[in-house]
């Protein structure tokens, strides 16, 4: 079954990768986002009222559905901003990295917990890997580190911290729901929050002439990539199968770097491998 798991977590990193791509090159990236999770939406949507009308769940329980939902709102309207501001050869292993970095932290700090030599070592990379990407020494000799590399940084931080919490949320709700049901509740908050600047935008219509074809393959990749990584977690404790998944860094700093044309491949791509050495470091020896 651990097989099974680690490669239903490195499918998912793939699928992860492959439609921030998507996303990154798209016109209006609020428009895209909402347009391949409104799909999914719409067809999952009998599944989660026939399942919750047969199952009924306690109040305890839809608190916690209502909890990943609110977590998935902030995370949508986090991720449209910073896709718009950086590269996603910067941004992205930031993002993917960021819960892996804090949680060790905050158990030393808080929890009175301890990391080996590897731990720290992990930590070390990760925040070698972070500071680089932050473009915090290019951007010294440029004058422009605070606009236009530091608040991208900042952004996908956040993102990051974001992800930490609705990963920890869901693996609660896998209790109660089945993941398929778990993944329409996460739909149903991440696309009611870009609602409002959907319509505001006024260019639905116009992303989907631009982009009708790799939309209707994002709404496959998207919920896709986020339900095996689901479906990875009944065969594994979350513990050991997460980390496994941010290989999607890698892959996405690769994707960003030859098929969006950005700049500083070689460094962007050693730290992307930096920052994934001191993941898997943290998480099978920290």
Request: charged share 10%; hydrophobic share 50%.
């Amino acid at each position: 079954m651990i097989i099974v798991a680690t490669l239903l977590v490195i499918a998912s990193g793939l699928a992860h990768a492959i439609w921030s791509l998507f996303t990154k090159s798209s016109h209006n990236k609020s428009v895209f986002l909402w347009s391949i999770l409104m799909v999914t939406t719409i067809v999952l949507l009998p599944y989660l009222i026939r399942e919750l009308w047969l199952h009924p769940l306690s109040l305890s329980s839809y608190s916690l559905l209502l909890l990943s939902a609110c977590l998935q709102a902030a995370y949508s309207l986090l991720l449209a901003r910073t896709y718009n501001m950086g590269d996603l050869s910067q941004i992205y292993p930031i993002m993917r990295g960021t819960s892996t970095l804090f949680v060790p932290i905050i158990g030393v700090l808080f929890l009175r917990e301890s990391l080996s030599i590897y731990g720290w070592m992990g930590l070390l990379c990760m925040v070698i890997g972070f500071v680089s990407l932050s473009g915090i020494f290019t951007g010294t000799r440029s004058g422009s580190a605070s606009r236009g590399s530091v608040k991208p940084f900042f952004m996908a931080l956040s993102v990051g911290l974001c992800t930490t919490c609705y990963v920890f949320v869901d693996k609660l709700n896998l209790e109660h729901i089945s993941a398929i049901s778990l993944l329409e509740v996460t739909n149903i908050g991440f696309v009611a929050a870009l609602t409002p600047t959907v319509i505001a935008s006024k260019q639905l219509r116009r992303e989907w002439k631009l982009n009708s074809r790799i939309i209707l393959l994002g709404a496959i990749l998207n919920p896709g990539s986020y339900l095996l990584f689901l479906f990875a977690m009944k065969y594994a404790p979350v513990a050991h199968i997460s980390p496994m998944r941010e290989i999607g860094t890698v892959f996405a700093t690769f994707l960003g770097i030859v098929v969006l044309k950005e700049k500083q491949g070689t460094l962007r791509i050693l730290c992307s491998v930096l920052i994934l050495t001191g993941i898997l470091t943290i998480s099978f020896w920290g």
